[in-house]
Nanobody, 126 residues
């Protein structure tokens, strides 16, 4: 089965940076579009970033597009979310996810992703 293991979450001061990693086992990563979502207390899960399996490149939520960067390393079966200039409102549980069905472009909808990580907490302090 497909399993996703997340790492890199933790405490960071506003303005700082960190990198979230998602290591995938069970399937080759090059078969998936990949994405990151987040969920803050009392809020719905929201799209953060995604990068396509094929054509289309990366897409970002408006609130993170100038600060975050998604990347993938298919040889290592791992993908990443680089978070720069973090803000307190970035505090949330971050989830990595795989989309097997979309071979071109990405989906912004959580329900269209097939596999999910367990989530990792990111807390940004003032």
């Amino acid at each position: 089965q497909v399993q996703l293991g997340e790492s890199g979450g933790g405490l960071v001061q506003a303005g700082g940076s960190l990198r979230l990693s998602c290591a995938v086992s069970g399937r080759r990563l090059n078969l998936y579009a990949v994405g990151w979502f987040r969920q803050a207390p009392g809020k719905e899960r929201e799209f953060v970033a995604a990068i396509s399996r094929g054509f289309g490149g990366a897409q970002y939520a408006d609130l993170v597009k100038d600060r975050f960067s998604i990347s993938r390393n298919n040889a290592e079966n791992t993908f990443y979310l680089h978070m720069n200039n973090v803000k307190p409102e970035d505090t949330a549980v971050y989830y990595c996810a795989l989309d097997y069905r979309r071979t071109v472009g990405v989906s912004f909808l959580a329900e269209q992703y097939d596999y999910w990580g367990q989530g990792t907490q990111v807390t940004v302090t003032p």
